[in-house]
């Protein structure tokens, strides 16, 4: 009986190969992280050896693919991404291929959503002040923001969106959505307003609190520049728990300088770490958190779960979940 090759590569799976191969006496299961990380070092003898692996590869499983991965797996059918997003993985030739793409979205989406309304209350209710009067030994009384009756707009509104339209919901919040899919005006469950993407100016108008929850994609790039911002109110604040090139951190750093928005929240960002020249450091409106909004204790497990059923599924030749559509980017 022919072996099925499957090559794994994220720390998530670094333990699990045995379980991986139990399922089926077919696969073949092989680590292969150490080796490309060997080979980004320079290392050509792991370079070598890596290639003989991907040679007969048929599936490929982890966060990072080894580097010109079509090229070198000509048998390649199918790419398991631990990670919601594929904006690391989905260049042009995976893109234009016939390789099958799956992700792991849908595993964090309420910690995500957590996260991001946690945002919109340390900016509302000023936590920041707080802790400074507590450093300083001071009793100033100042007036925090209240949520309700404000308009919370989200932009993406997919998984994570809807959480978060569930939470604003809860403290009294209109909420407007924005997605792709959307070919007109309408209203959805916990939205009372749900718009396309051309409209995306008339959510940033409207809206209180803006929180992005989309993919990042080529249509996406710099979606809230120096435009979009001017369109915000003077009063309002911005959230990014997506992706950081979503967000031109120039413009955003002049805009938060200059009062063109009250605050803002990003858990990511263009480069990571943030780097120290990066003018948002200095400013006094805008807090950060370590691309930490997705964690979950639980998460290695969960997505273990979802390559082992997906495997099943493959190796019995049924449609898999969570696929991707390439053309789209998510």
């Not at 992280?33 to 060997?38: E, F, L, N, T, V």
């Not at 990670?83 to 792991?104: E, F, I, K, P």
């Amino acid at each position: 009986m022919k072996a099925l090759r499957v090559l794994v590569n994220s720390p998530l799976f670094e333990d699990t190969v045995p379980r991986i191969a139990a399922m089926d006496s077919r696969l073949e299961v092989l680590h292969i992280g150490r080796m490309m990380k060997a080979e980004r070092a320079g290392d050509t003898v792991a370079s070598r050896e890596l290639d003989d692996l991907l040679e007969t590869a048929e599936v490929v499983a982890g966060m990072r693919l080894p580097d010109r991965l079509l090229r070198r797996a000509p048998r390649l059918k199918w790419v398991q991404l631990t990670s919601a997003g594929v904006d690391h993985a989905l260049d042009d030739t995976l893109r234009a291929s016939s390789v099958v793409l799956t992700n792991a979205a849908n595993l964090h989406s309420f910690a995500i959503a957590e996260f991001a309304f946690t945002a919109c209350l340390t900016l509302a209710k000023n936590v920041r002040e707080c802790y400074r009067q507590k450093e300083e030994r001071l009793w100033q009384p100042y007036n925090p923001i209240i949520l309700r009756g404000k308009t919370m707009g989200i932009v993406g509104f997919g998984h994570i969106g809807r959480r978060v339209a569930r939470m604003a919901n809860s403290f009294e919040m209109g909420v407007i959505g924005l997605r792709r899919s959307q070919a007109a005006p309408g209203s959805a469950r916990y939205a009372d307003l749900v718009l396309p993407t051309t409209q995306l100016w008339r959510l940033l108008k409207d809206s209180d609190f803006v929180v992005l929850t989309l993919p990042l994609t080529r249509e996406t790039h710099h979606l809230i520049g120096e435009e979009q911002l001017a369109r915000m109110k003077r009063s309002a604040f911005l959230v990014n728990v997506s992706r950081g090139p979503i967000v031109d951190e120039a413009a955003l750093a002049s805009a938060l300088e200059h009062g063109v928005i009250a605050g803002a929240a990003m858990d990511v960002f263009a480069v990571e770490p943030l780097p120290d020249d990066s003018p948002l450091l200095t400013l006094p409106n805008f807090f950060y958190s370590p691309h930490i909004a997705g964690w979950l204790a639980e998460y290695p497990e969960m997505v273990l779960e979802v390559f082992l059923n997906n495997l099943k599924r493959y190796l019995n030749g049924e449609k898999l979940r969570n696929l991707v559509n390439k053309r789209r980017g998510y």
